[in-house]
C-alpha cells in the first residue's frame, strides 16, 4: 500500500497570505495525484487532479505542482472560503486508492 | 442535476451486518465506476472498495481493513450502488461516502470529474 504522508498537519494563515500544502508518497505515483477540499459536515470536493490540473470551476488560485513521490498544493491568495481541511490522493494502477492523512488550514 | 444519495447506516451490534445502498441519477450509471469512501469520527478520509462497470468487467477490488467482510454490487436496472458489511467491528463507525467516476472505458476513468453523495453515517456499537 501506498503511503501518503502531507504536510504540515495544521498550517495557521491570514486571508490574503500563500498557503504551501506537501504530500509525499511512499512510492512513485507518476502525476496521478488528487487533492480534495473538505469542510465541515460536507462531502470532499475534487480541486486538482493529474497533479497540477484543475477541475471544472475551481478558482485559478489553486494550483498543484509535482510528481513522482513530491505533490504541492498552492493556493496564492487565500479567501475566507478557502479554510478547511486538505487532503492528496493518490490514484495510480496501486490499489488502495490511499489518502493522506490531511492538513487543516485555519485561520490565524 | 447529479445526485447520490446514501441510504441504510444506522446503529449495528459488533459482528452484524448492514447493507448500504446509494441511489445516482443525472449521468449514465452503467457506464460508471462506483466507490466507497469512509470517515470515521474526526478522522481523515480512507478509501474502502471500487466496482468497475459491466462493460468493463464489472470488477471489484477492496482495502485490506474491509476485505473478506464487505462487498460492492450494483444494479444498473436501478441506478443504485450497495456496499454489503458484515461481520461489522467497532472501527468500522464512520460516514460511508458513495462516488462516482463517471467518464470511463476500458482500464481507466477521466479523473478530473467525480460525484460524491452526502454520506450515511454507520455505528458500531454493542
Known amino acids: 500500500e501506498i503511503v501518503l504522508t502531507q504536510s504540515p498537519a495544521t498550517l495557521s494563515l491570514s486571508p490574503g497570505e500563500r498557503a504551501t500544502l506537501s504530500c509525499r508518497a511512499s512510492?512513485?505515483?507518476?502525476?496521478?495525484l488528487a487533492w480534495y477540499q473538505q469542510k465541515p459536515g460536507q462531502a470532499p470536493r475534487l480541486l486538482i487532479y493529474?497533479?497540477?490540473n484543475r477541475a471544472t470551476g475551481i478558482p485559478a488560485r489553486f494550483s498543484g505542482s509535482g510528481s513522482g513521490t513530491d505533490f504541492t498544493l498552492t493556493i496564492s491568495s487565500l479567501e475566507p472560503e478557502d479554510f478547511a481541511v486538505y487532503y492528496c490522493q493518490q490514484r495510480s494502477n496501486w490499489l488502495p486508492w490511499t489518502f493522506g492523512q490531511g492538513t487543516k488550514l485555519e485561520i490565524k | 442535476e447529479v445526485q447520490l444519495v446514501e441510504s441504510g447506516g444506522g446503529l449495528v451490534k459488533p459482528g452484524g451486518s448492514l447493507r448500504l445502498s446509494c441511489a445516482a441519477s443525472g449521468f449514465t450509471f452503467s457506464k460508471a465506476w462506483m466507490s466507497w469512501v469512509r470517515q470515521a469520527p474526526g478522522k481523515g478520509l480512507e478509501w474502502v472498495g471500487r466496482l468497475k462497470s459491466n462493460a468493463d468487467g464489472g470488477t471489484t477490488d477492496y482495502a485490506a481493513p474491509v476485505k473478506g467482510r464487505f462487498s460492492i454490487s450494483r444494479d444498473d436496472s436501478r441506478n443504485t450502488l450497495y456496499l454489503q458489511m458484515n461481520s461489522l467491528k467497532t472501527e468500522d463507525t464512520a460516514v460511508y461516502y458513495c462516488t462516482a467516476f463517471p467518464y470511463c472505458s476500458g482500464v481507466s476513468c477521466y479523473p478530473g470529474v467525480d460525484y460524491w453523495g452526502q454520506g450515511t453515517l454507520v455505528t458500531v456499537s454493542s
Open positions: 512510492l512513485r505515483v507518476s502525476s496521478y
Open positions: 493529474d497533479a497540477s
